[in-house]
Nanobody, 122 residues
Framework: QAQLVESGGGSAQPGGSLRLSCTAS????????MGWFRQAPGKEREFVAG????????YYEDSVRGRFTISRDNAENMVYLQMNNLGPEDNGIYYC???????????????WGQGTQVTVSS
């Protein structure tokens, strides 16, 4: 089973930026639609952004559209999330995973990596 590994989280001030990275051990992500999800304290995990396997199409949750950009580098087996203009509402643990399909906002995968913590505060 693929081991998803997220990194790049940390602390940022409101209006700041972070870039998250995701990779997988022992498997190629290149044939999968990939997505980023997040879970804020006390809340359900929610979808953030998705990217097609070919990297030419993306879709976003409304609150992050225009601020976040998802991308991927299949040659490096990496998926990225560039987050700009961060706000307190973006606090949470961020995970990458495979959405159920193109346009889906949930994942059927029961395995989740450790995630990477994003903290936005002044």
């Amino acid at each position: 089973q693929a081991q998803l590994v997220e990194s790049g989280g940390g602390s940022a001030q409101p209006g700041g930026s972070l870039r998250l990275s995701c990779t997988a051990s022992e498997t190629s992500l290149s044939t999968y639609v990939m997505g980023w999800f997040r879970q804020a304290p006390g809340k359900e995990r929610e979808f953030v952004a998705g990217v097609s396997w070919s990297a030419d199409q993306t879709y976003y949750e409304d609150s992050v559209r225009g601020r976040f950009t998802i991308s991927r580098d299949n040659a490096e087996n990496m998926v990225y999330l560039q987050m700009n203009n961060l706000g307190p509402e973006d606090n949470g643990i961020y995970y990458c995973n495979t959405p159920r399909g193109w346009g889906a906002t949930t994942s059927a995968n029961t395995y989740w990596g450790q995630g990477t913590q994003v903290t936005v505060s002044s």
